[in-house]
């Protein structure tokens, strides 16, 4: 049986967009492969108490520099976005939908949302921006909308970020090998650790 492991995250999260240009490595590393499980991060903070750490001023300003040293040391783009908060509700929907239909551009649509966000630092607030994203990658952005506003998407989507909550997760990117629970993409290695040890 292939090895696996689970993986939260919300297209808004800035240290969930580090956390997936590392996936690559981490399956080349441990030979486990991501449970892709797309959930809504505002609801998540809602649940647990929570909230971005750039709702404090200071901490906001540092993480931004420690997350662009980050990005250097993995010799990845980032760029902050001035438009951020993002509102990824229709976003993770369109995601789930394709997840749920098992659409092999799933991860396509993925790498693209995050480029969109975090390296061309676009604003997907803005429909007209995220619909010449979507058609210049090919997808047909009327076909997504319709598939983010099928009730299966929305429940399917509701019920992962309950079921995180439920598992103790308060923020993203956050892992699961088997019950031991590993919360940020500073966390990477200690992930593999895990997975190698399993």
């Known amino acids: 049986m292939a090895k ?3 993986y939260y995250f919300d297209f808004g999260s800035l240290a ?3 956390a997936h240009t590392q996936m690559g490595k981490i399956k080349a590393e441990t030979g486990a492969s991501p449970i892709y499980l797309p959930m ?5 903070f809602k649940a647990t108490g929570n909230a971005s750490p750039v709702s404090v001023t200071a901490k906001g300003k540092y993480i931004f520099v420690d997350f662009k040293r ?4 993995y010799g990845v ?6 438009f ?3 509102i990824t509700t229709t976003l993770m929907r369109m995601l789930t939908g394709l997840q749920m239909r098992s659409d092999a551009r799933m991860h396509e649509f993925m790498d693209l949302i995050f480029k969109a966000i975090w390296v061309d630092a676009l604003n997907l607030n803005d429909p007209e921006v995220l619909e010449r994203v979507l058609r210049e990658a090919h997808f047909d ?3 997504l909308l319709q598939l983010a506003n099928e009730q299966a998407s929305k429940d399917k989507l509701k019920d ?4 995180a909550v439920e598992r103790g997760v308060f923020g993203a990117p956050t892992f699961f090998v088997g019950e031991q629970m590993f919360w940020g993409q500073d966390r990477i290695e200690q992930l593999k650790s895990a997975l190698k040890s399993s």
């Open 4 to 6: 696996t492991f689970d």
């Open 84 to 86: 951020f908060p993002i």
């Open 160 to 163: 992962v970020t309950t079921q």
């Open 70 to 73: 980050f990005a250097d040391s």
């Open 40 to 44: 809504l991060l505002g609801a998540v």
């Open 141 to 143: 952005p009327t076909e």
């Open 77 to 82: 783009p980032l760029e902050i976005n001035p």
């Open 16 to 18: 969930t967009y580090l």
